[in-house]
């Protein structure tokens, strides 16, 4: 069996599922498991309502109205019969969020965020569901939520994978005989039933958590761009196909920022030697890049940039030196804060780290590291990480840009730089 990954762009409107069906009717000779993410850019959408709804802030209704009218100009298109019941079933998914927004918010933020966010995923797949049936695609709805457990970290779900597996192996094999399975990424949910959701861009970790569990042959991500680039054609204009990557060597990419794939993905996948696809929605004749077990891959420079960092650099307040004692101390409140480490370094009295500036908790982490420490900061720097670099590719990312720490080893470079102003 193989299971299909298909993100938010890949179903932004009504021709974006029609080209899913397609692909689907191509793969007739395997059972398949498809995982689809909410529609476009509705994460981003619902995020926003939630965040208005906790805050009380902002029109709440008229961002749920935006969220109904873009997914229902979609299935009005697929679905011309204005009493096809896909109907019924979105508008209920809307009622979910109604009924909590009609009250006020008494639950924490994670908690409603997961709650409100996981709608988007519910909804999509009633739709893809519903078209597929319809192009005759035999296909099975399935609520991610009645197989994936996690535990009750809301936003960042941790899977408990024994039930999991369990629930996958005895559910979905008797299922996926006579027809496909479609399925929301991103979304789990807690013993007492309570929605959760993986991190954003979760997706690829439930496929791959899905497909782990079946011990399926294969996982193909279909994403806008022809496979794994070696750079981000966001920041970079030539890029290259990687026609093949180790496992090792996607998980190394993606712990560095690579956001091709969800750095969740691989281990999963490596464990069971579950070859993973990524291929392009619009090429689908392509080759994509494969992902496998392999001793070497090709060492292809890579470029992975990270915009909008902070480097934060602490120093003993009483001048002694940064030992085990006090880097534990500091990891701990980083650990405290949700503040991932992006690159770090440490002289005897000062240890350096650039973070993502994501605001608020920083701030927090700021404040609180300044209660044993004394703490400096610069913003608006560039974190550009080099796999299997050269001189040539250092010179090359440097062109206008300031120096301001810079780490090698045989492998990596990591340099985070200033824009230098012209
Ligand atoms: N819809 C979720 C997000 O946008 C999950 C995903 O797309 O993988 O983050
Ligand atoms: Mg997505």
Redesign the pocket.
């Known amino acids: 069996m193989q299971v299909f990954k298909f993100?938010?762009a890949s179903v932004k409107d009504a021709e974006g599922v029609i080209n899913l069906s397609r692909i689907v009717s191509a793969h007739q000779q395997d059972q398949l498991l498809v995982v689809v993410?909410?529609m476009g850019k509705t994460?981003n959408l619902l995020e926003e309502l939630t965040s208005s709804y906790f805050r009380q802030q902002g029109d709440v209704f008229e961002l749920l109205q935006q969220v109904k009218q873009y997914h229902d100009t979609i299935m009005r298109s697929l679905f011309p019969d204005s009493n096809h019941p896909v109907y019924h079933e979105v508008a209920n998914r809307f009622v979910e969020i109604e009924w909590i927004l009609e009250e006020l918010p008494a639950d924490p933020y994670d908690y409603l965020y997961d709650q409100i966010v996981a709608v988007?995923?519910l909804i999509s797949t009633t739709i893809v569901c519903h078209y597929l049936n319809d192009v005759g695609l035999k296909s099975k709805w399935v609520d991610a939520r009645d197989y994936i457990l996690t535990d009750n970290t809301h936003r960042e779900g941790h899977v408990d994978w024994k039930t999991t597996t369990e629930r996958i192996q005895r559910g979905l094999p008797p299922l996926l005989k006579n027809q496909r399975v479609i399925t929301q990424?991103?979304i789990g949910s807690t013993s007492e039933n309570f929605t959760t959701t993986l991190g954003?861009?979760?997706?690829?970790y439930s496929a791959a958590i899905f497909a782990a569990s079946l011990h399926a042959e294969s996982v193909t991500i279909w994403k806008d761009v022809p496979g794994v680039l070696n750079a981000d054609p966001k920041w970079f204009d030539q890029t290259e196909l990687i026609p093949e990557l180790s496992y090792l060597e996607a998980i190394e990419l993606t712990y560095y920022g690579a956001t091709v794939i969800?750095p969740k993905t691989i281990k999963p996948l490596q464990n069971q030697n579950i070859t993973l696809y990524v291929k392009s929605f619009v090429d689908t004749d392509g080759k994509g890049t494969q992902i496998r077990k392999s001793n070497e891959s090709l060492p292809v420079p890579s470029f992975i940039f990270k915009i909008n960092q902070i480097l934060i650099s602490v120093l003993p307040k009483d001048f002694s030196f940064i030992v085990e004692d006090n880097l534990s101390d500091i990891f701990a409140k980083f650990h405290r804060h949700h503040i991932k480490v992006n690159m770090m370094h440490n002289s005897a009295v000062n240890f350096s780290v650039s973070i993502d500036d994501t605001g608020e908790n920083v701030t927090a982490l700021l404040n609180d590291l300044a209660t044993r420490y004394e703490v400096q900061h610069q913003k608006g720097l560039e974190l550009i990480t080099i796999r299997h670099y050269n001189q040539q590719t250092i010179d090359r990312v440097l062109v206008g840009k300031a120096i301001i720490l810079e780490l090698k080893d045989s492998y990596t470079c990591q340099l985070l730089v200033r824009k230098l102003s012209t």
Do not use: Q, Y
């Open positions: 993100g938010g993410s909410a994460t988007g995923e990424g991103f954003r861009e979760g997706s690829d969800h």
